[in-house]
T-cell receptor, first 115, second 113 residues
Framework: DQQVKQNSPSLSVQEGRISILNCDYTNSMFDYFLWYKKYPAEGPTFLISISSIKDKNEDGRFTVFLNKSAKHLSLHIVPSQPGDSAVYFCAASSPYGGATNKLIFGTGTLLAVQP | SQTIHQWPATLVQPVGSPLSLECTVE??????LYWYRQAAGRGLQLLFY??????ISSEVPQNLSASRPQDRQFILSSKKLLLSDSGFYLC????????????FGPGTRLTVT
C-alpha cells in the first residue's frame, strides 16, 4: 500500500514560470512532511519541510502548502530555473515511529525546466 | 558540520558474490542511520534502520543484512548477491529527534551481473 503518492511522474515547465509538484498521502497520523531534490547518481538533498500544525512554509523560491483535510501537499517553485531540473520526492513521517523517525517516500516527479 | 560518506561509489559484482557497502557519518554522535535502495525508475525503499550500536531493524525481507559496529558506521552486506539486488544504495542519518530531516550520502551504484 503506497501511503505517499506522487501521481505525476514528470512535469515540464518554462524557465521563469511556476512549477507545482503535488503529493497525496493516506495516513492521517503523518505529522511532518518533507521535500527532497535528487540529481542522477547523487543522494537526495533536503529542500523544505512543513509540520502538520502549519499550512504553509516558505524558503526563498520554494513554498510548501499543506491541506490536511484533503491529505495533500504541494511544492511551488517560483521562478523556475534550469538548475531546478531534477527528481523531487515528497516524504512523510509519523510521531508514532518514536525515535526511529522513519520517512515514507513517494515515487518522485521528474521536473524539467526548459530554457 | 556533519558529513556522510559512502563507498564505494560504484560496484559491479557477479551473481553469488558477497557484498559490503560502508557508510560513515562525521560531526555528530548517536545518529539514527538508514539504508535505502532506489531501483531503476522507482522511489526510495527503506531497507534497514538503526537507533544505536548493534541495534538493527529490517523493513523488508530480503537477501541483505546490516550491521552497526560503531556509533557512526553502518554496513550493508550480503553473502550471495542476486540480480534483483542491483540498484542505487543510499545511506542517511538524522539526529534522532522525532520528526526530523534525514540527510543522505552520495550513494553507491551496484550492478549485479
Amino acid at each position: 500500500d503506497q501511503q505517499v503518492k506522487q501521481n505525476s511522474p514528470s512535469l515540464s515547465v518554462q524557465e521563469g514560470r511556476i512549477s507545482i509538484l503535488n503529493c497525496d498521502y493516506t495516513n492521517s497520523m503523518f505529522d511532518y512532511f518533507l521535500w527532497y531534490k535528487k540529481y542522477p547518481a547523487e543522494g537526495p538533498t533536503f529542500l523544505i519541510s512543513i509540520s502538520s500544525i502549519k499550512d504553509k512554509n516558505e524558503d526563498g523560491r520554494f513554498t510548501v502548502f499543506l491541506n490536511k483535510s484533503a491529505k495533500h501537499l504541494s511544492l511551488h517553485i517560483v521562478p523556475s530555473q534550469p538548475g531546478d531540473s531534477a527528481v523531487y520526492f515528497c516524504a512523510a513521517s509519523s510521531p508514532y515511529g518514536g525515535a526511529t523517525n522513519k520517512l515514507i517516500f513517494g515515487t518522485g516527479t521528474l521536473l524539467a525546466v526548459q530554457p | 558540520s556533519q558529513t556522510i560518506h559512502q563507498w564505494p561509489a560504484t560496484l559491479v559484482q557477479p551473481v553469488g558474490s558477497p557484498l559490503s557497502l560502508e557508510c560513515t557519518v562525521e560531526g555528530t554522535s548517536n545518529p539514527n542511520l538508514y539504508w535505502y535502495r532506489q531501483a531503476a525508475g522507482r522511489g526510495l525503499q527503506l531497507l534497514f534502520y538503526s537507533v544505536g550500536i548493534g541495534q538493527i531493524s529490517s523493513e523488508v525481507p530480503q537477501n541483505l543484512s546490516a550491521s552497526r559496529p560503531q556509533d557512526r558506521q553502518f554496513i550493508l552486506s550480503s553473502k550471495k548477491l542476486l540480480l534483483s539486488d542491483s540498484g542505487f544504495y543510499l545511506c542517511a542519518w538524522n539526529s534522532g529527534r522525532v520528526s526530523g530531516e534525514q540527510y543522505f550520502g552520495p550513494g553507491t551504484r551496484l550492478t549485479v551481473t
